[in-house]
């Protein structure tokens, strides 16, 4: 059971034995990655506890403050995981949330509605008067029909890829194909599962010649992108173009911490980060079959 944080640090400062247990920056670069998370932290309104002092799997309720004032109380794995699909700043606090998507009100009804006497209710312990009603069925999967019957692993053009939305992606983009002479039109792979309801991810480039996908990875705007949730859908992703005989290198900026065996970390795109993907993409497949493509 989650534990206020001035309890929960008193009961860490007696296990250790120590008065600090956990020093200012031992958990820097694990919080490093949500910046709306930083902002929201107050360390006045958790006994003087700093953010970095808090492991992100502790189970103790921090209190939380929003931009718009708004305090509450969650643990740190439930603001890290909070925002799921969202896009908005509003996601990281909950009556923020409420407040832009407010509930529907139930219609009124001038007679109360019984239960259907058609519908079989089973007593399966009678001394407790437990009622067992029968399971639904599982909502079944619809998948887009709109991508070719191609071989799994095979690159396409897709209809249902999104446009890239950020200028950097632009400028990636162009820096990538201007050094490596593959083909620059395809945007998506044919998997073997579906992916949400695809059986087509869509990476933001593809090394069709390669085999080898780039992704470029930043928090965004509001600090909400390839975080939490997101990151669970980013290791989906990989997991099923790495299936499909793809390899992945994600490009990760914002103090994002890597994903995988061949992902590098920088602090911004430049000329020197296309130099160093040239690098790893000689480390997957060897220079015999990359250096030929070099312009």
């Known amino acids: 059971m989650s534990e206020r944080v001035g309890l929960w640090w008193a009961r860490r400062q007696f296990s250790k034995g120590v008065e ?3 020093p200012v920056g031992t958990y ?9 998370l930083i902002r929201q932290y107050h360390p006045e309104l958790n006994a003087g506890i700093v953010l970095s002092q808090v492991p992100p799997a502790a189970d ?20 890290r995981n909070r925002p799921g699909r969202e896009r908005r700043r509003s996601a990281w606090c909950p009556d923020c949330a409420d407040i832009a998507r407010p509930a529907r009100a139930l219609p009124m009804r001038d007679a109360v509605t019984l239960p259907d006497p058609a519908v079989p209710v089973a007593v399966v312990n009678p001394t407790e008067r437990t009622l067992l009603r029968p399971r639904m069925p599982r909502r079944k999967l619809q998948v887009c029909p709109k991508t070719p019957d191609l071989p799994i692993g095979e690159p396409f053009l897709s209809a249902c890829a999104p446009k890239p939305a950020s200028a950097i992606e632009a400028q990636v983009r162009a820096d990538l194909f201007a050094r490596l002479s593959v083909t620059p039109a395809l945007n998506a792979v044919r998997v073997a599962r579906p992916f949400f ?7 933001d480039f593809l090394l069709p010649e390669l085999r080898v996908a780039v992704e470029y990875d930043s928090t965004g705007r509001h600090g909400l992108e390839h975080v939490g949730k997101r990151a669970v859908a980013d290791r989906r992703k990989d997991r099923a173009l790495r299936a499909a005989r793809w390899e992945v290198v994600r490009i990760r900026t914002g103090k994002l911490e890597p994903l995988g065996p061949h992902d590098m970390q920088m602090s911004a795109w430049s000329k020197k980060g296309l130099e160093r993907l040239i690098d790893t ?12 493509y070099l312009a």
Not at 28 to 36: I, L, N, T, V
Not at 197 to 203: I, L, Q, S, Y
Request: with cysteine.
């Open 28 to 36: 820097r670069e694990a919080w490093g990655q949500f910046p709306a």
């Open 197 to 203: 309801d695809h059986v087509e991810v869509w990476p």
């Open 20 to 22: 600090v247990p956990y």
């Open 60 to 79: 103790v309720l921090l209190l939380w403050q929003c931009e718009a004032g708004h305090r509450f109380a969650a643990t740190p794995d439930e603001q």
């Open 281 to 292: 993409l000689r480390d997957i497949r060897g220079p015999l079959l990359v250096d030929p």
